[in-house]
């Protein structure tokens, strides 16, 4: 079993199958068997390794995986004897991490399981997962299928079969749970069989399946319940510390259910937890965590911004006080990620937001601890960052802003104060940008920002919005075209150089 050679780990599976078939599985020790099996069911391609075969004879990861993954099916459905050894022991492996890429032979293996329990009427086909002590616990159940889910075509096809197994585990994972998920369930398995990994539409199918979290915990209308299941979710975050964009999805996940969480230290104690996980050197990770915390606001505004201003005075943003500001080593660069997190967080918390709550608080609370996130103090000077990942987020987060004053003024009027302010600071960042490269996409967000802001009130005078103009057209008319010869592009920079 110890033997790193697929080809000797291939002839062990073989003895596997042939001990299955003669009771051997169910004896003490059969559990090292399967675990076995299961454990190469995720094994990775051959190429993530950069491994090259020798010659042909040698087995893949490939070939040894599908054959692990037939093995299981085997087990499930011809060797009756192993139904109890793998119902509902399975459940064990489903919500490992290291088990996480064998996710599809396990799904479906579980629901032919299932099957077989109800059609023999066994009272077993409803699981107690609190029976035994090694069995996850529902909501960890659910939050590991849902997350599987929102990449459904990753690990050969997961997301189809761990919406099957949550519409089968309907009832053992609440009793309330079976008729919307018989209803739910199915127009999302459609869909899947209609897509392929390219043209899934992943904005629109996330949002379809935080919708069916969403209705799941209207449905189930029990606020003990749905705190736990939040305590949960946010325990098993790190589970995904390999997987940032499923992680990123939790996130959101955990969002959701905080809005319909009605227990204000529940929903207080979980942000804390959430905030306190993010790994903020991830792009994914930060984003994922402030539209999580913007869900969040959407139910609980007080809450929300109360837990934001706590973070901000926690420990991690102690150490760049002083003139040791000024020399930035590893951990200031951290500091900047965790400033970035949190001015993400103030932008989605504001386009989240109710409307009614929202707007009085975008000059005095939003934008006002944006600025103090962005600004630094050394000396009683206050110092700009230059850190790339703090401008991405400080324009990213205007923009959310500005969509969402957009969205209130409809119905009630609002003078945005600060924009013509934000508009100057973020051209200024459009300024510093290199003239004749294109290094990041600071350009494109601010000009997409900008274009959010332009239309609130107050207008902009006829020099601000030739200044504006005249700053993106400098910005991006030197650019070279992709693939262009460097004499051509030369030759364009000079005439762009002598019209300015």
């Known amino acids: 079993m110890l033997d790193r050679s697929n080809k000797v780990k291939k002839m062990f599976v073989q003895v596997v199958s042939a001990m299955a078939h003669h009771g051997y599985l169910e004896l003490e020790g059969g559990d090292l068997l399967v675990r076995f099996i299961i454990l190469h069911c995720a094994l990775p391609d051959t190429s993530q390794h950069g491994c090259r075969l020798p010659d042909q004879e040698d087995v893949t990861n490939e070939a040894l995986r599908n054959m692990c993954a037939n093995m299981l099916h085997l087990f499930t459905t011809t060797v009756d004897r192993l139904t109890d050894v793998l119902w509902p022991s399975l459940f064990c492996y489903l919500t490992q991490a290291q088990y996480t890429d064998a996710s599809t032979p396990l799904c479906k293996s579980l629901i032919l399981l299932a099957d077989k329990k109800k059609a023999v009427l066994e009272p077993g086909s409803i699981v107690d997962f609190s029976a ?35 519409r089968v585990l309907s009832s053992s994972i609440h009793p309330k749970l079976e008729c919307v998920w018989q209803a739910e369930i199915p127009p999302l398995l459609h869909c899947l069989e209609e897509s392929t ?3 899934l539409d992943r904005r629109r199918w996330e949002g379809r399946l935080l919708e069916l979290l969403s209705k799941t915990l209207v449905a189930i209308s029990y606020d003990k319940w749905i705190c736990q299941l939040a305590t949960e979710a946010t325990r098993y975050l790190p589970t995904y510390n390999s997987y940032q964009e499923e992680k990123s999805f939790l996130y959101k996940c955990i969002g959701v259910t905080l809005q319909h969480c009605n227990n204000k230290e529940a929903v207080r104690r979980q942000l804390q937890e959430l905030l306190g996980s993010v790994r903020h050197h991830s792009a994914v990770e930060r984003e994922g965590a402030a539209v999580g915390v ?14 934001l201003e706590d973070f901000r005075k926690s420990d991690i943003f102690k150490k760049a006080s002083g003139i040791f500001g000024l020399l930035k080593d590893r951990g200031d660069a951290d500091l900047e990620k965790a400033k970035s997190t949190l001015i993400l967080c103030y932008g989605y918390v504001a386009l989240l937001a109710p409307e009614d709550q929202i707007l009085c608080r975008i000059d005095s609370e939003v934008l006002w601890n944006i600025g103090r996130l962005f600004n630094t103090k050394v000396l009683g000077v206050k110092v700009e960052t230059k850190d790339l990942t703090m401008k991405l987020s400080l324009i990213q987060s205007v923009g959310l802003i500005a ?8 119905r009630q009027g609002y003078l945005f104060t600060r924009k013509q302010e934000l508009m100057g600071v973020i051209m200024d960042f459009v300024k510093a940008e290199p003239l004749d490269v294109l290094r990041n996409p600071v350009r ?21 919005k030739s200044d504006m103009l005249r700053t993106c057209l400098n910005s991006t008319f030197g650019l070279p075209r992709r693939s262009c010869p460097t004499g051509a592009r030369t030759a364009r920079l000079s005439i762009h150089a002598r019209g300015r």
Request: charged share 15%; aromatic share 4%.
């Open 132 to 166: 035994q002590d090694n069995l996850p616990s529902p909501y960890v159940v659910m939050v590991r299928l849902l997350v599987n889910a929102s990449f459904p075509f990753r690990c050969q096809g997961r997301g189809a079969p761990s919406l099957a197994l949550m």
């Open 197 to 199: 990994e390219e043209t």
């Open 294 to 307: 913007g869900l969040c606001a959407s139910s609980h505004l007080d809450d929300t911004l109360a837990k």
């Open 403 to 410: 969509q969402a004053v957009s969205a209130c003024v409809r």
């Open 444 to 464: 494109h967000l601010a000009m997409t920002t900008c274009a959010n802001l332009f239309n609130l009130e107050p207008a902009l005078t006829e020099k601000e």
